[in-house]
């Protein structure tokens, strides 16, 4: 099994068949040099698993909860992917780190693969965690959710 750490205190472990991405990979997966982010890939399996964060103003982080970035995030997801054939599956709530989360299912196909996923938003105090599993259709959705059942603060 494989550790990692996102933001210096949100840590997951993986199974073996993962690498950690670096951030040059991120970079290149998300069109962007955005580096407050941790994530993992199954190469075999085109699995992902990236964990973004963000630490707004006090201020700020009172306005929107993560139920309302959740649906915000589908919205923003569902513009760029609509070229991609993106499919809105599901909202849903979840406990991650014994926290309260919210988050959506959808499709899309890219290379010609169909790709299942899961986006999940919590928060803790002011920093925002946005976790973003995307899966091949062909492959068992159970090994991420897993992933994200593992973590936890440190």
């Known amino acids: 099994m494989g550790e990692i750490t996102a933001n210096g205190e949100l840590s997951f472990t993986f199974p073996d068949r993962f690498r950690i991405l670096s951030e040059a990979e991120m970079d290149s997966l998300y069109r962007d040099r955005y580096h407050d982010r941790a994530g993992i890939l199954d190469d075999a399996n085109q699995t992902v698993v990236v964990v973004f ?17 959740c649906r915000a995030t589908e919205n923003r997801i569902s513009k760029r992917l609509y070229k991609f054939g993106y499919v809105f599956d599901s909202f849903y709530e979840r406990k991650v780190c014994g926290l309260d989360a919210y988050g959506f299912r959808h499709r899309y196909v890219r290379q010609g693969i169909e790709y299942t996923s899961e986006i999940t938003v919590l928060k803790k105090e002011r920093v925002t965690y946005t976790i973003y599993t995307y899966v091949g259709v062909k ?10 059942d593992s973590m936890r603060f440190v």
């Open 53 to 69: 964060w963000h630490k707004a103003g006090r201020f700020v982080s009172k306005l929107a909860g993560a139920k309302e970035i």
């Open 139 to 148: 492959v068992d959705t159970l090994v991420v959710r897993d992933i994200v």
